[in-house]
């Protein structure tokens, strides 16, 4: 394992993605990636009495996935890296805790599923750990409970708004298990601030470090655009997309026939009436599960580079008048030759 420039950590072990699994509610299994998804949930409850239980119970049949579809059990599992947009984690704190797997809880608001996985494979590269799980969640009625407005309230979203996307994706990270695909290397953002106050606009919030991320990627990895296939952000939208790809001409780097967006993917604005597109912590989560990871696979593509975006607000901050900053991690995703998935 070895630093290279300023942020970035390129493996010299092979990390592998060993396995994947993912869970959604109705509307985004009506969307172009429906037939994808392991698991859709026609009950926007899951079961349970409050969204936020069902949020913890999305996660929940993620691990339960995995572990099935893996062959592995809790015991082979040394660590789970998780997160969520409810205050104190509580999504992924009463979902995973009957598990009874040793658990390290994450706040990168929608750029968790790229914290967690950056974390997991530095914990494996470092040899601490065989098997690791990293997931993360959203649930379209808990974050609108608590960051907007309670459904009943009924308000208007403007065009610029996305909407959360109600899932969970999973991986399982390993160093002994070999698969087809592995996580090459990771590029950690900076916290970073361009001065937006609008809530209903995240993608503008979260754009510039998304930006500022995948510069950095290009400049410590010595590349430039045409070394990756693709690159995903996770959940910029429309809007945020548009401001994203000034941002990297304005760098030097046309990025737009290989860019492409999660929350853009998982929905349909067509006939889905998202405005901006999807987003939420389970947005670029269960998008990589089910649709990324398929892709490279397949042998669609042989690099990728994952983004996921996160705006680091709270009602406190945002009542109290302050900025909505944003984040963005990169994580560098190949396909082996000759390997299986």
Same mark, same amino acid.
């Given at each position: @394992?070895?630093?290279t420039?300023?942020?970035?950590?390129?493996?010299?072990?092979?990390?592998?993605i060993?396995?994947?699994?993912?869970v959604?509610?109705?509307?985004?299994?009506?969307?172009?990636?429906?037939?994808?998804?392991?698991?859709?949930?026609?009950?926007?409850?899951?079961?349970?009495?409050?969204?936020?239980?069902?949020?913890?119970?999305?996660?929940?049949?993620?691990?339960?996935?995995?572990?099935?579809?893996?062959?592995?059990?809790?015991?082979?599992?040394?660590?789970?890296?998780?997160?969520?947009?409810?205050?104190?984690?509580?999504?992924?704190?009463?979902?995973?805790?009957d598990?009874?797997?040793?658990?390290f809880?994450?706040?990168?608001?929608?750029?968790?599923?790229?914290?967690?996985?950056?974390?997991?494979? @530095?914990?494996?590269?470092?040899?601490?750990a065989?098997?690791?799980?990293?997931?993360?969640?959203s649930?379209?009625?808990?974050?609108?409970?608590?960051?907007?407005?309670?459904?009943?309230?009924?308000?208007?979203?403007?065009?610029?708004?996305?909407?959360?996307?109600?899932?969970?994706?999973?991986?399982?990270?390993?160093?002994?298990?070999?698969?087809?695909?592995?996580?090459?290397?990771?590029?950690?953002?900076?916290?970073?601030?361009?001065?937006?106050?609008?809530?209903?606009? @995240?993608?503008?919030?979260?754009?510039?470090?998304? !930006?500022?991320?995948?510069y950095?990627?290009?400049?410590?990895?010595?590349v430039?655009?045409?070394?990756?296939?693709?690159?995903?952000?996770?959940?910029?939208?429309?809007v945020?997309?548009?401001?994203?790809?000034?941002? @990297?001409?304005?760098?030097?780097?046309?990025?737009?026939?290989?860019?492409?967006?999660?929350?853009?993917?998982?929905?349909?604005?067509?006939?889905?009436?998202?405005?901006?597109?999807?987003?939420?912590?389970? !947005?670029?989560a269960?998008?990589?599960?089910?649709?990324?990871?398929?892709?490279?696979?397949?042998?669609?593509?042989?690099?990728?580079?994952?983004?996921?975006?996160?705006?680091?607000?709270?009602?406190?901050?945002?009542?109290?008048?302050?900025?909505?900053?944003?984040?963005?991690? !990169?994580?560098?995703?190949?396909?082996?030759?000759?390997?299986?998935?």
């Amino acid at each position: @394992m070895g630093k290279t420039g300023k942020a970035s950590i390129i493996f010299d072990k092979d990390i592998y993605i060993v396995e994947k699994a993912s869970v959604v509610g109705q509307k985004e299994g009506e969307g172009p990636l429906g037939k994808y998804f392991d698991n859709i949930v026609n009950d926007p409850f899951v079961g349970k009495n409050t969204w936020e239980e069902a949020e913890s119970e999305l996660q929940k049949l993620v691990v339960k996935t995995l572990l099935k579809k893996s062959g592995l059990t809790t015991k082979d599992i040394r660590y789970i890296f998780a997160g969520d947009l409810l205050g104190q984690l509580i999504a992924s704190s009463f979902g995973l805790m009957d598990f009874e797997i040793p658990f390290f809880g994450l706040y990168g608001a929608c750029s968790t599923m790229g914290e967690s996985m950056s974390l997991a494979a @530095m914990n494996v590269a470092a040899g601490y750990a065989d098997n690791v799980i990293a997931i993360t969640s959203s649930h379209f009625a808990s974050a609108e409970k608590q960051f907007r407005y309670p459904l009943e309230y009924g308000s208007q979203r403007p065009l610029c708004a996305t909407w959360t996307v109600t899932g969970s994706g999973g991986v399982i990270i390993s160093s002994c298990i070999k698969s087809g695909i592995r996580i090459a290397g990771i590029t950690t953002g900076k916290i970073v601030d361009y001065g937006i106050t609008d809530s209903m606009n @995240m993608g503008a919030a979260m754009a510039p470090a998304a !930006c500022d991320s995948i510069y950095t990627n290009f400049m410590d990895f010595d590349v430039t655009p045409d070394y990756y296939d693709a690159i995903y952000t996770g959940d910029l939208g429309k809007v945020g997309r548009t401001i994203l790809l000034d941002l @990297m001409q304005e760098k030097g780097f046309d990025i737009s026939s290989i860019h492409h967006d999660c929350g853009i993917e998982i929905f349909d604005d067509r006939y889905q009436d998202t405005h901006s597109g999807g987003s939420g912590c389970g !947005c670029s989560a269960a998008t990589l599960c089910a649709h990324i990871l398929r892709k490279i696979e397949e042998g669609f593509y042989k690099r990728v580079l994952f983004v996921p975006t996160g705006a680091l607000m709270s009602t406190i901050s945002y009542n109290e008048g302050q900025s909505v900053p944003g984040i963005a991690h !990169c994580v560098v995703i190949e396909r082996i030759d000759g390997g299986v998935y």
